[in-house]
């Protein structure tokens, strides 16, 4: 994989993560305030803050599964066997 490979692939990783990031701002605020006038309850707290907590953990969780699954790559970021160092 040449440099320019590699800074594309960077790229868009970062731009996976950031628009990742934005889904998951508006899920929060969804989950949270969008939620906030309906009546119910669950383990004993109102529905709005369990969806605003652990749904938007669980929600992160498959957002990152998501992406490093489809999007991220593994590979190597430097040249050969000890680039970078001195030897």
Do not use: H, N
């Amino acid at each position: 994989m040449s440099e320019f490979e590699k800074y594309q692939q960077i790229c868009r990783e970062a731009g996976w993560t950031g628009a990742a990031l934005l889904v998951l701002i508006v899920f929060w605020i969804f989950a949270g305030f969008g939620l906030a006038g309906v009546k119910g309850e669950l383990l004993g707290l109102p529905l709005w803050a369990v969806t605003s907590s652990l749904g938007v953990w669980f929600f992160a969780i498959v957002l990152v599964k998501l992406l490093t699954r489809f999007v991220f790559r593994d590979m190597e970021l430097t040249e050969g066997k000890g680039a970078g160092r001195d030897e």
